[in-house]
Structure formats: structure tokens, C-alpha cells
């Protein structure tokens, strides 16, 4: 667990971690597009095409997903014309690309085709509204988030394998869950390996985890924790994943360890109720977080937050709270909105409200770049905040 690392001090391998960190350069800046938009999301292949290489799925608050090349970040094809997108995620053994949409569906493009309608859709039920969404890590299930509507706020399901239809017929959900949470559901996750986990996140300030094995909803709920805020990014850590952590749109960061469900310690690890006021950040302030990026090789959870200005600010999660470790410099010139972590090549993407996508990568020599001047729109996403004042969590031992 993490809180071995910090009783013994630094080991070879964390000491390696923080010096990659502090080592990344920028490789490469995406090419200018015609239209300024903000990156809200990025994603990269699980598959790698031998001609193509990897590539990267960029969701944009204009209402498409583009498609890059990872090494030359080149758009490839984009997807466009469609308002009310949120999330974008691959799945793990194809080069399928989802997201889900405000008007009702979860939609799948073949990230290798220049089409740009859909593949595949698959339809929610009257008046749903999906804000969240993700795909199980065998792609066997997608689960969607809602707004609440009246006063319902569903976790809808979809078994997102091919059938004897084909792509053509669009999909009905399996069902949904419906008692567990109160207000719109901002952030689902599967478990990075067992299928059948997932925890979502929403503006009533609960997270939730379920096996969705279970026959009803009461039975697959088997904990549920409170962040006493409006949750805003949530993830899985720890060895076998069996933590769950999420950030607030208030800047909080709350970190849950799921092995003390059947015993008497408490599982909340940390509890922030505002990381701002509290870290020590070398270069200067934090604005805000942006998510989590758990690393296996050394068991270490880092938290990920910027600064209006487009510095990037990487920080070390430990039981007795977050440590700066290094600041990356030079690259956005404006608030960085996304990032996505590639564990094989340790190479980072970040893509932010100045239309920039860029790749960093450990120990490469820096291109000489001109940093952009602000391209920073009218935002059309707002965000909600809610604070709660109900216990710091609760939870359902299993039976």
C-alpha cells in the first residue's frame, strides 16, 4: 500500500518517478486549427497499428472529437457537429472511439474511417441527458451518467458487444440504477481490470461503488463515500485497485482505501477540503485540479492541477497529504483542461483552453517552440458547485 512508502522514505524507483517527471520536455505541439476551442478530454489507442502507430482521441468543447497521430500530432479525421459531447474513450482491444452526448445516446466512431457519422448508437431512455460515461476494460459493458430530470439521476447500462445485427440498429440499455444518487451524475469509471466494478461521482457529493455482478442495484452498491462537494474527476489506485480517490469542482481531494471495507479501520486515507489553501507549490500557486494518474510501477498516486497561467503542477499523494513535485513550464498559455498518461513510453499529452495539444516526453531534447499567445474563448461548459454537509462518508460492510 502507499503508506509504506512514506514511512520508509524515498526508494530508487520513486526517486526515478519524480526525476521523469521533472525531466519532461515538449517533443510536440499540435498544428493550428482554424477554429479556437478548448481540449476537454484526451484518450490514446490500446492497439498500435504497425503503419500507424498509436493514436489520440481529443474531445473539443466545439462539438467534435478529433483524431491525431501521437508522434507527429497531426489531426487525422475529425468528427464534427456534435453539441452536448462529454467524455471520449477508446476501447481496449479495438480502435473504437465513445462518447457520450447530451442528446440521449452514447456514440462509437471507428477512429480508422473518415466518416463522420457513428458506427454504432446507443439510445438512453426518454429525457436522458448524458454528461459522463465509460467502458468496461474487457469493452463488454459502456455505462452513462444523466442530469437529473424530475428526480431522477440514472447510471444506464448497454452491453456494447456486436450482435447478430450489426453496427446498423442502434442499442436499448440492459437497465439502469436509479436510488443511489440525488443530483446529475458527473464522472463514471470501471475498475482498470475487473469488469464488473465501476464508481461514479456526482454533484450530490457521493461516490459510489458497485459490482454490477449483483442481481438489483441495493446489492451492487457496495460502498458509498462522501466527499462532502461536487465531485468532479474520480479513479481507481493502489495495488489490485482497490482505492478510489476524486477532486471537486471546488478543488477538493478526497483518497479511500476499499481493503478496510471488512475491518475496523476507516477507509478514508485523506480528506481536502480545498487543496489550494494547503499545498506548498514551488512555482508560485495552484489554481485548480485538473485529475489523478496512478503509476503502477511504483505504486504511487499523483494528482495533476495547473494554474490559469498554464503551468502545470504535478504533486505526490501520501497519507499525511499532497507534496509538490515538480512544475512543467513553457508550454500552455492558458488553462490546461485534460492530460492523458501513457505508462509504456512515460510520454504525457496535455491539451488545454489555448487549442494546444501537446506531447512531453522524458529526457528528449526540447524543439524550439513559440509559446502561443492565450487563444482563451467564451467558455460554453460551466461547472456546478453544491457543498454538502452530511458525514464524511459512509459505508455497507458485505455481507
Known amino acids: 500500500m502507499l503508506w509504506i512508502f512514506t514511512t520508509l522514505g524515498y526508494t530508487p524507483d520513486m526517486e526515478k518517478m519524480e526525476e521523469q517527471f521533472a525531466n519532461l520536455n515538449i517533443v510536440k505541439r499540435s498544428s493550428e486549427t482554424k477554429e479556437p476551442t478548448y481540449l476537454l478530454g484526451i484518450d490514446t489507442s490500446k492497439t498500435i497499428s504497425a503503419e500507424k ?8 468543447s466545439s462539438g467534435s472529437i478529433r483524431i491525431y497521430d501521437k508522434e507527429r500530432l497531426n489531426i487525422l479525421r475529425e468528427f464534427r457537429g456534435y453539441p452536448g459531447l462529454n467524455g471520449v474513450k477508446f476501447a481496449s482491444s479495438h480502435d473504437s472511439v465513445y462518447s457520450s452526448c447530451a442528446d440521449g445516446t452514447v456514440k462509437c466512431w471507428d477512429a480508422r474511417l ?74 463514471v469509471c470501471f475498475h482498470p481490470r475487473d469488469p464488473n466494478m465501476v464508481v461514479s461521482g456526482s454533484t450530490d457529493g457521493l461516490v459510489n461503488v458497485f459490482d454490477i455482478s449483483a442481481d438489483n442495484e441495493e446489492d451492487a452498491l457496495v460502498t458509498t463515500c462522501n466527499s462532502v462537494s461536487s465531485v468532479s474527476s474520480i479513479g481507481w489506485s493502489g495495488k489490485e485497485y482497490k482505492q478510489i480517490y476524486c477532486m471537486t469542482h471546488d478543488e477538493g481531494f478526497c483518497w479511500w482505501d476499499l481493503n478496510h471495507l471488512d475491518t475496523d479501520e476507516p477507509i478514508t486515507r485523506l480528506n481536502i477540503q480545498d487543496v489550494r489553501q494547503v499545498i506548498n507549490v514551488k512555482e508560485g500557486v495552484l489554481d485548480y485540479l485538473i485529475g489523478g494518474l496512478y503509476h503502477e510501477k511504483t505504486d504511487r498516486l499523483f494528482v495533476v492541477g495547473g494554474t490559469n497561467q498554464g503551468i502545470i503542477h504535478v504533486m505526490s499523494c501520501t497519507a ?58 467564451a467558455s460554453s461548459v460551466y461547472q456546478r458547485v453544491r457543498v454538502h454537509s452530511n458525514d464524511s462518508y459512509k459505508r455497507r460492510k458485505k455481507q
Not at 436522458?128 to 428526480?151: L, P, Q, R, Y
Not at 444506464?156 to 450489426?166: K, Y
Not at 512531453?360 to 526540447?366: C, F, V
Open 53 to 60: 502507430g498509436s493514436l489520440v482521441a481529443v474531445l473539443c
Open 320 to 377: 499525511s497529504g499532497l507534496v509538490h513535485v515538480t512544475s512543467l513550464q513553457g508550454g500552455h498559455a492558458a488553462t490546461v483542461r485534460s492530460f492523458c498518461w501513457n505508462m509504456q513510453d512515460d510520454s504525457l499529452l496535455t491539451g488545454g483552453e489555448d487549442a494546444q495539444l501537446l506531447l512531453w516526453k522524458p529526457g528528449a531534447t526540447e524543439k524550439t517552440f513559440t509559446k502561443k499567445d492565450s487563444m482563451k474563448i
Open 114 to 187: 473518415a466518416s463522420n457519422k457513428p458506427v454504432q448508437l446507443f439510445k438512453g431512455y426518454p429525457s436522458n441527458i448524458f454528461i459522463s460515461f465509460d467502458i468496461s476494460c474487457n469493452d463488454h459493458i459502456i455505462c452513462a451518467g444523466t442530469e437529473k430530470v424530475d428526480d431522477d439521476a440514472l447510471l444506464v447500462f448497454w452491453d456494447a458487444r456486436i450482435n447478430s445485427q450489426g453496427l446498423s440498429a442502434p442499442k436499448d440499455p440492459l437497465g439502469a440504477y436509479s436510488e443511489t444518487h440525488s443530483d446529475d451524475i458527473t464522472q
